[in-house]
């Protein structure tokens, strides 16, 4: 089978200041519109400037340079504005940048984590080059969790003591690019005293597979974002399906992003599962039918089948 994964990912580059350039990936965003007039949203969040019906949806639209740090727009400039309209999280919300660029077409596998230097809070996912110039790639969960923050429900998974059990010796591997992630995925096993390790991208998440396997322990459990720098979610997927010391493992993908195309491709490079992040409980059940079957000492395929 081949990996769909070595296909390039379109990004959308777009100016919040005069100097440095933006993106994001082109599978969140639904549409491009110049600045059109907003009704005020009292009570909302101070990034959000106002709601626009977009196409018959009442969608909220964020300053996006505010969102994340940088000087608001000025409302007189609001005008040579646009707005990007996402759909990421099973939320529609609106951008307001200063300038669109370009689409450009880039592979996953050059865009390099951001320096550790940031800390945590830093709004990137990647950093990678266009044109001789960086551009930083934006963590748009992140900025969503500070605007619409999840409810606790959310973070929480609700689970059975007998279930727990199950799941407890299982061997997991949590791996997301975005730091928000794996905050998230860590609360929501040390709420329910479940251990796992943690990896920020897929090559690392590769290497603890196979150095985990070689030492005879190799992981039960693999839960993966999809878009991440250097391979994504889909290679990884692959890579583990085409290596025998690994591929026992019971592979969930999730994704912020509300397609059903990248849950259909998920499951065509070998994942079990794919959801739509971030729902707790949805999460757990998940790994629960993976640690069912491992209980049950039948053999799972990365197809889904068991053998």
């Not at 963590?139 to 689970?159: A, G, N, Q, R």
């Not at 079990?272 to 799972?300: I, Q």
């Amino acid at each position: 089978m081949k990996s769909k994964a070595n296909e390039s990912q379109g990004m959308l580059l777009f100016k919040l200041s005069a100097m440095q350039t933006f993106a994001i990936g082109t599978l969140k965003v639904r549409e491009i519109v110049p600045f059109c007039p907003l009704t005020a949203l009292p009570g909302s969040h101070h990034t959000v400037i106002g709601t626009a019906n977009m196409r018959g949806i009442t969608t909220p639209v964020i300053d996006m340079a505010k969102a994340i740090g940088y000087p608001p727009v000025n409302k007189e400039d609001y005008k040579d504005c646009f707005i990007i309209i996402t759909d990421c999280q099973r939320r529609v919300v609106g951008f307001l940048v200063r300038g669109i660029e370009k689409i450009s077409e880039c592979d996953w596998r050059n865009i390099t984590p951001p320096p550790n230097t940031l800390g945590l809070h830093a709004f990137l996912t990647g950093v990678m080059h266009v044109d001789e110039k960086i551009v930083q790639l934006l963590d748009v969960e992140l900025i969503m969790s500070k605007v619409f923050p999840t409810s606790y429900d959310k973070l929480h998974p609700i689970l059975a003591d007998v279930d727990r059990e199950k799941l407890k010796p299982m061997h997991i591997l949590l791996v997301d690019d975005s730091s928000l992630a794996r905050r998230q995925l860590s609360e929501a096993l040390d709420s329910i005293n479940i251990p796992y390790v943690v990896s920020a991208n897929g090559l690392d998440a590769l290497e603890k597979l196979k150095s985990s396997a070689l030492e005879g322990r190799p992981f039960d459990i693999v839960v993966s974002d999809i878009e991440m720098p250097g391979i994504d979610g889909y290679e990884l997927a692959f890579e583990i399906r085409s290596n025998s010391s690994i591929s026992e493992a019971y592979l969930i993908l999730h994704t912020s992003l509300s397609s059903e195309i990248s849950v259909d491709r998920a499951k065509q490079v070998g994942a079990h599962e794919a959801l739509e992040k971030f729902d707790a409980t949805e999460l757990v059940n998940a790994m629960l039918r993976g640690a069912n079957l491992k209980t049950e000492n039948e053999h799972v395929c990365l197809e889904g089948t068991i053998e």
